[in-house]
């Protein structure tokens, strides 16, 4: 095969010991991106699914130098996405005699290169930095006391409530009574 008739080159990771979801937020990460660019993402990227990752992208262009003589350097990330694999199921024993189950997930990772010439990556577009949306406004700052927050006329009336109400006994230590003595 040369070159020309290959369109793009797969390669992917099942049974991986880590969460899909802490896996996705890597893969977003290196999507549409080339090679080079791809594994300095990785490199530093301090989130253990990003060694996963690397891995597979040294896989993925090993195979394409390797079995389509392709450069490594001018492939592009088409497409990478993590699917959920089969849930290991373990339990913890918990006090009272209790067990708490604990699911230990794993993913399957696909990852797709392309060449840079034949790439057309579907990515979310950047706005510039004038057009990013700002912030929400502020509220407004909480009333100091609860007092603030109500009208005077209500925490008046809370007052001659609380004024109306009868004060709360207190008792006197309880006195010893001596006995006589005859």
């Not at 969460?19 to 937020?25: H, I, V």
């Not at 199921?89 to 189950?101: E, H, I, L, M, N």
């Not at 912030?135 to 925490?155: D, F, H, I, L, N």
Request: glycine share 2%.
């Amino acid at each position: 095969m040369s070159a020309q008739q290959v369109t793009e080159v797969r390669a992917a990771a099942k049974w991986v010991r880590i969460t899909p979801r802490k896996a996705r937020l890597v893969v977003e990460h290196i999507r549409g991106r080339t090679v080079p660019e791809a594994r300095t993402m990785l490199a530093f990227t301090e989130r253990a699914a990003a060694r996963e990752i690397d891995k597979l992208l040294r896989s993925a262009v090993a195979n394409a130098e390797a079995n389509h003589d392709l450069i490594g350097d001018d492939l592009v990330v088409k497409t990478v996405y993590v699917d959920e694999g089969p849930t290991m199921k373990r339990w913890r024993a918990r006090a009272r005699g209790r067990a708490v189950r604990i699911r230990k997930r794993t993913c399957h990772i696909t990852l797709t290169l392309a060449p840079a010439s034949t790439a057309t990556v579907t990515r979310a577009p950047e706005l510039p930095a004038e057009e990013k949306p700002k912030r929400a406004p502020r509220r407004k700052a909480a009333p100091k006391s609860k007092t603030e927050a109500k009208p005077k006329a209500e925490a008046s009336e809370k007052k001659s409530a609380a004024a109306k109400k009868p004060a709360a006994r207190k008792r006197a230590p309880a006195k010893k009574t001596e006995e006589k003595e005859s």
